[in-house]
T-cell receptor, first 116, second 114 residues
Framework: SQELEQSPQSLIVQEGKNLTINCTSS?????LYWYKQKYGEGLIFLMM?????EEKSHEKITAKLDEKKQQSSLHITASQPSHAGIYLC????????????????FGQGTILTVHP | KAGVTQTPRYLIKTRGQQVTLSCSPI?????VSWYQQTPGQGLQFLFE???????NKGNFPGRFSGRQFSNSRSEMNVSTLELGDSALYLC?????????????FGPGTRLTVL
């Protein structure tokens, strides 16, 4: 099974609707990253969360980290066609007391389609 | 500030050949990580370099190797190419001072092995 599970795998919404993407880890999270990717292109950094309960927002995108549940959610308010793409969560899943330099473990991604 | 750059953007090789990909990190960043992205396996970590030293390594065969130069630019090499090596290869840069630094990705190199 995947160490980092994203749900849903794909999402189709009408422009203007709100949506949520979840990322759940089977291991302790030491850092959680959200990226957006256009098909076949590089990853665009959205946000990084480190502390339990932390919440960050950028424009219409909000991400939260629930450390106890080892879960993060990404919420988009009033979606627009420009939000379409693949959303990936990446996590620092180092062992307790260890390091994980430069290594992120990624979920399989959520494909978001926004219909105008 | 210029972002992470990768060259070349596209490559076509045949089985058995070798290939070298290049990554230039954001100015001031000393850490470069490499990832392989395929439809089946998703994004997988290859290795990370900091100040010319490999600090971390993923579970890939020895055919995959890398290095980092004193200016923090990094190269990865794949020898004896196999069809399964066809993928998007991404590099990411960060300041590298801590294992939880923000990582910024380049546009990737699309490698096709025929």
């Amino acid at each position: 099974s995947q160490e980092l599970e994203q749900s849903p795998q794909s999402l189709i919404v009408q422009e203007g609707k709100n949506l949520t993407i979840n990322c759940t880890s089977s291991k302790t999270l030491y850092g959680l990253y959200w990226y957006k990717q256009k098909y076949g292109e590089g990853l665009i950094f959205l946000m990084m969360l480190q502390k339990g309960g932390e919440e960050k927002s950028h424009e219409k995108i909000t991400a939260k980290l629930d450390e106890k549940k080892q879960q993060s959610s990404l919420h988009i308010t009033a979606s627009q066609p420009s939000h379409a793409g693949i959303y990936l969560c990446g996590a620092d899943l180092r062992l307790a007391g260890g390091t994980s330099y430069g290594k992120l473990t990624f979920g399989q991604g959520t494909i978001l389609t926004v219909h105008p | 500030k210029a972002g992470v750059t990768q060259t070349p953007r596209y490559l076509i090789k045949t089985r058995g050949q070798q290939v070298t990909l290049s990554c230039s990190p954001i100015s001031g960043h000393r850490s470069v990580s490499w990832y392989q992205q395929t439809p089946g396996q998703g994004l997988q970590f290859l290795f990370e370099y900091f100040s010319e030293t490999q600090r971390n390594k993923g579970n890939f065969p020895g055919r995959f190797s890398g290095r980092q130069f004193s200016n923090s630019r990094s190269e990865m090499n794949v020898s004896t190419l196999e069809l399964g090596d066809s993928a998007l290869y991404l590099c990411a840069s960060s300041s590298g001072q801590h294992s939880y630094n923000e990582q910024f990705f380049g546009p990737g190199t699309r490698l096709t092995v025929l």
